[in-house]
């Protein structure tokens, strides 16, 4: 799975974790875009690396981003986020791995489910309960793969179509020194806060590719493609089928341009519309590999034909990063007039 894709001579990770002048995440998601066009996995295996990046990076201690940094830019050292467990999907705040502090670090104890790049990655990004129930008592570590204690399971067979290697994660007693806690004790939801909530514009661009790809392939298709003495697209049932999936790809891409760009200037104030963003790209690729297989008829299903493997990882994207039940709730909570902004609670779910 390629890491190091490069970007109008950038690789992709520096428009990500380069210094405050020279990111871009629009420009980061525009190439995101473009890999997911062609796979879909590629562009995922890119974004979870960037934004586990990315995270390092405003959260690590200097000394620990320094030595990292470099590995970490070319690919060199593999990244994983582990939030999800068996009984804390959506709801962080039910974390159970346990953090419990010795006098050579902390000691972790449990296992995250559902780990992309779980089975070969280095470095670890662990939420842990530190502390009281809730989201007040997780703090975030940056776990050495390769330390004593860590296993990690075999690659899941899941819903087949994204590649991505995903396994799970046991701690059995495994000791982290202090010095690779992210941020601050009891504080590892704002640390996971501002993961999701980059990860979900992140998502919104794989989504946005692979709504593309398969408006492409099905209108080649309804092209070339004749019924009733015409090409399918000039029968109006088909061809305002491609019009509205197009006109919604668009919107998709404009609102995903406006979360970028409010995310650079404030990830704080860039919650709501990031969910936006994520809710409306995926529910739109959803719609596009649909219809697209639907244009197709049968022929969707020959061996080798894309378009409903395309369905079934449209339908992923809905799920990673904060299902799109908990995006509506997120957006839910911003229109209730007393809330000051959505609580982590209301935004931080899952990642995928
Ligand atoms: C391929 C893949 C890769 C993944 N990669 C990672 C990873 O790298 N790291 C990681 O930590 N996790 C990862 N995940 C896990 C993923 O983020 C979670 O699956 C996701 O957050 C949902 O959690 P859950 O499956 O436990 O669903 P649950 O939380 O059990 O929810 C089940 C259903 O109930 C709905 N629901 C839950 N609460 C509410 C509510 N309050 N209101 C309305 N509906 C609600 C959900 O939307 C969903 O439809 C991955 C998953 C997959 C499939």
């Given at each position: 799975m390629g890491i190091q894709h490069e970007h109008d001579g950038y690789r992709l990770i520096d428009l990500v974790v380069a210094d405050d002048d020279k990111r871009s995440t629009r420009a980061f998601c525009e190439a995101l875009g473009e890999v997911a066009e062609t796979s879909v996995d590629t562009a995922e295996s890119i974004q979870v690396q960037a934004f586990a990046a990315n995270t390092i990076r405003r959260h690590a201690r200097p000394d620990l981003w320094g030595r990292l940094s470099a590995p970490i830019r070319t690919g060199r050292l593999r990244l994983a986020n582990c939030l999800s467990e068996a009984n804390s999907g959506s709801d962080l705040a039910a974390i159970e791995l346990a953090a419990v502090a010795g006098d050579d670090g902390y000691v972790l104890t449990g296992t995250k489910t559902w780990v992309a790049h779980g089975p070969d990655a280095d470095e670890l990004i662990v939420y842990a309960r530190t502390g009281v129930p809730g989201l007040g008592g997780i703090t975030a570590f940056l776990v050495d793969a390769h330390s004593p204690g860590v296993i990690a399971g075999p690659t899941r067979e899941h819903l087949a179509g994204l590649a991505i290697p995903v396994s799970e994660v046991t701690f059995d007693?495994?000791?982290?020194?202090?010095?690779?806690?992210?941020?601050?004790?009891?504080?590892?939801?704002?640390?996971?806060?501002?993961?999701?909530?980059?990860?979900?514009?992140?998502?919104?661009?794989?989504?946005?590719?692979?709504?593309?790809?398969?408006?492409?392939?099905?209108?080649?298709?309804?092209?070339?493609?004749?019924?009733?003495?015409?090409?399918?697209?000039?029968?109006?049932?088909?061809?305002?089928?491609?019009?509205?999936?197009?006109?919604?790809?668009?919107?998709?891409?404009?609102?995903?341009?406006?979360?970028?760009?409010?995310?650079?200037?404030?990830?704080?104030?860039?919650?709501?519309?990031?969910?936006?963003?994520?809710?409306?790209?995926?529910?739109?690729?959803?719609?596009?590999?649909?219809?697209?297989?639907?244009?197709?008829?049968a022929s969707a299903y020959l061996a080798g034909n894309r378009a409903e493997e395309r369905m079934r990882q449209a339908k992923i994207l809905q799920i990673l990063q904060g299902t799109n039940e908990i995006q509506r709730r997120t957006i839910a909570a911003s229109l209730v007039p007393a809330a000051p902004r959505p609580a982590p609670a209301m935004t931080a779910a899952a990642i995928g």
């Open positions: 007693r495994v000791v982290v020194p202090t010095e690779r806690i992210l941020g601050r004790v009891n504080r590892g939801a704002r640390v996971a806060d501002i993961l999701l909530t980059q990860g979900r514009i992140g998502l919104a661009a794989c989504a946005l590719g692979l709504g593309r790809a398969a408006l492409d392939e099905a209108t080649r298709f309804a092209k070339a493609h004749h019924r009733f003495g015409h090409p399918l697209i000039e029968h109006q049932g088909v061809g305002f089928k491609l019009a509205d999936i197009a006109t919604r790809l668009e919107a998709g891409r404009q609102l995903l341009h406006h979360a970028c760009d409010r995310f650079d200037e404030n990830p704080d104030s860039a919650v709501l519309v990031c969910a936006q963003a994520k809710l409306f790209a995926t529910d739109t690729a959803m719609a596009a590999t649909t219809d697209a297989v639907q244009v197709l008829g």
